[in-house]
């Protein structure tokens, strides 16, 4: 709920505007900014739209039942565990909805993750794949420090390796790259000035 519109100027990237740190006071130091769908480019005008679903219809019931999941009945937000459980012995949405969209099945190795892909593996399922060079990096940006500013952590943070737990060799996706926002050249979202994380561009030809 805290991510910003699409920005326009970059393919595939939203902002956060208010990371869940932040929200709750716990990191004052904490900041908004961007980071972008790990998906393939041809997919970005599908993350939109979902996007503004979401921002349209945060008052519409949650969706409870299997087979309104199976036929695509619109749902509003989880609220608590109407969706069941995941991992490798979880039942109800959660396990339809991890099988139905195949994250499991770019996973070569769980390493510390024996109970397999749950709700809560996204950020470290996300950073993986961009550590792994899902993306291709622009300019001096390195596998490390891309992850760090994907997942909008401080310079040097020490929860950086805490996300790389499993190991998924993602085929990189073809025309865009990876790019640090820098401080002297960020760009203005919902009236918020973004100079921290990166975003998508397309690689110039050569």
């Known amino acids: 709920r805290h991510f910003a519109q699409h920005v326009s100027r970059c393919r595939?990237?939203?902002?956060?505007?208010?990371?869940?740190?932040?929200a709750r006071g716990a990191?004052?130091?904490?900041?908004?900014?961007?980071?972008?769908?790990?998906?393939?480019?041809?997919e970005y005008g599908l993350m939109r739209?979902?996007?503004d679903f979401v921002f349209a219809n945060a008052t519409l019931p949650c969706t409870t039942h299997l087979d309104e999941y199976r036929n695509d009945k619109p749902s509003g937000p989880l609220v608590g565990t109407e969706w069941g459980s995941a991992g490798r012995t979880g039942r109800g949405i959660h396990r339809l909805m991890i099988e139905r969209l195949g994250f499991k099945d770019v996973v070569q190795d769980w390493g510390s993750v024996p109970q397999g892909f749950t709700k809560a593996l996204g950020r470290s399922f996300a950073a993986s794949c961009v550590e792994q060079g899902v993306f291709?990096?622009?300019?001096?940006?390195?596998?490390?420090?891309?992850?760090e500013l994907y997942l909008g952590h401080n310079v040097l943070s020490d929860s950086n390796v805490n996300y790389l737990k499993i190991d998924c060799r993602p085929e990189q996706y073809d025309g865009v790259e990876l790019c640090p926002v820098e401080p002297h050249?960020?760009?203005?979202?919902?009236?918020?000035?973004?100079?921290d994380g990166v975003y998508l561009r397309p690689i110039p030809k050569e």
């Open 49 to 51: 739209e979902a996007l």
């Open 27 to 42: 990191h004052p130091a904490s900041k908004a900014y961007a980071t972008a769908f790990i998906c393939p480019p041809s």
């Open 12 to 22: 595939g990237t939203v902002v956060n505007l208010l990371p869940t740190k932040l």
């Open 136 to 147: 291709r990096f622009g300019g001096s940006l390195r596998p490390y420090r891309a992850v």
């Open 185 to 195: 050249d960020g760009f203005v979202s919902n009236t918020t000035l973004v100079t």
